[in-house]
């Protein structure tokens, strides 16, 4: 068990560029959380797998806004046509069928410029 | 819906001093709830949780928080501050409608002074 994995930690994009983030959950979970964190606030939920299938997407998932979780494995983020105020901390946890907590990745931080 | 309020948003304690950071929650179901702390750029780790049982709860480093049911409360405590416990402090709900979807509150960053 290595954990819920991120990648990239970090990233810096022009305002206008697509940006995607990839999260790698626990192999036995089969849920999977998406949230977004700005500086002084807590995590707020954009989205939620269960297996492949994206059952809630919060009204903060604008239309640039996507995610994909292909066979129920990995998932990806991509944000389209970036803004400034897209910059934040994304995080990515996932959750067994039957759950209780659910357990976090090192989050992915993107910058706007 | 569920929703977490912490009241607080910074707690400045003393190294040694007793540790109390609140959280109320609103929840139409019965709700488990979390405590989560978070080091700079870093995740969120778990520090306890309350699901079923034992309405006091023993998590890492020392820390216990106690389901009020009564009071809608789930405050952490530790009776000892370490300069090691200073970070960012996140208390979540979840169970609303069967989602097990976690909401947060919006953190309380705990202080530790010499």
């Known amino acids: 068990d290595t954990g819920v994995s991120q990648d990239p930690r970090h990233k810096i994009t022009k305002r206008g560029q697509n940006v995607t983030f990839r999260c790698d959950p626990i192999s036995e979970h089969n849920r999977l959380y998406w949230y977004r964190q700005t500086l002084g606030q807590g995590p707020e939920f954009l989205t939620y797998f269960q297996n492949e299938a994206q059952l809630e997407k919060s009204r903060l998932l604008s239309d640039r806004f996507s995610a994909e979780r292909p066979k129920g494995s990995f998932s990806t983020l991509e944000i389209q046509r970036t803004e400034q105020g897209d910059s934040a901390m994304y995080l990515c946890?996932?959750?067994?069928?039957?759950?209780?907590?659910?357990?976090f990745g090192q989050g992915t931080r993107l910058t706007v410029v | 819906a569920q929703s977490v309020t912490q009241l607080g948003s910074h707690v400045s304690v003393s190294e040694g001093a007793l540790v109390l950071l609140r959280c109320n929650y609103s929840s139409s179901v019965p709700p488990y709830l979390f405590w989560y702390v978070q080091y700079p750029n870093q995740g969120l780790q778990l520090l306890l949780k309350y699901t079923t049982g034992a309405t006091l709860v023993k998590g890492i480093n020392g820390f216990e928080a106690e389901f009020k049911k009564s009071e809608t409360s789930f405050h952490l405590t530790k009776p000892s501050a370490h300069m090691s416990d200073a970070a960012e402090y996140f208390c979540?709900?979840?169970?609303?409608?069967?989602?097990?979807?976690?909401?947060f509150g919006r953190g309380t960053s705990l202080i530790v002074h010499p």
């Open positions: 979540a709900v979840s169970r609303s409608g069967g989602s097990y979807i976690p909401t």
């Open positions: 946890a996932s959750s067994p069928e039957f759950p209780t907590e659910a357990f």
